[in-house]
Nanobody, 121 residues
């Protein structure tokens, strides 16, 4: 089970940190990712990382502003979001897949519940 938290309301230019904690299993050999879905839009890829390290992947729209990282001690993955823009407003979902890179919705094996991020202008 994936539990996402950390969403909220922030002004444009501000920062938020999302976390996704996994319970019931360890995340070894899993790819972990974040997606988002804005009102009236399809769910889209934001970022992903393999639990054991290696490259992280980012959507072009968030490169240089968002950073995905692992927290081994907490069995969680974090998304640090800086320089937030109103267009980043969405429900953010964490996702996981065993042994396969996540860069699209079709890659996802497990979904967590969403957490709402609202960026005011």
């Amino acid at each position: 089970q994936l539990q996402a938290y950390g969403g909220g309301l922030v002004q444009a230019g501000g920062s938020l940190r999302l976390s996704c904690a996994a319970s019931g299993r360890t995340l070894s050999n899993y790819f972990m990712g974040w997606f988002r879905q804005a009102p009236g839009k399809e769910r889209e890829f934001v970022a992903s990382i393999h639990w054991s390290g290696g490259s992280a992947y980012y959507a072009d729209s968030v490169k240089g502003r968002f950073t995905i990282s692992r927290d081994n001690a907490e069995n969680a993955v974090n998304l640090q979001m800086n320089s937030l823009k109103p267009e980043d407003t969405a429900v953010y979902y964490c996702a996981a897949r065993y042994g396969y890179r996540i860069v699209a919705v079709i890659n996802v094996e497990y979904w967590g519940q969403g957490t709402l991020v609202t960026v005011s202008s």
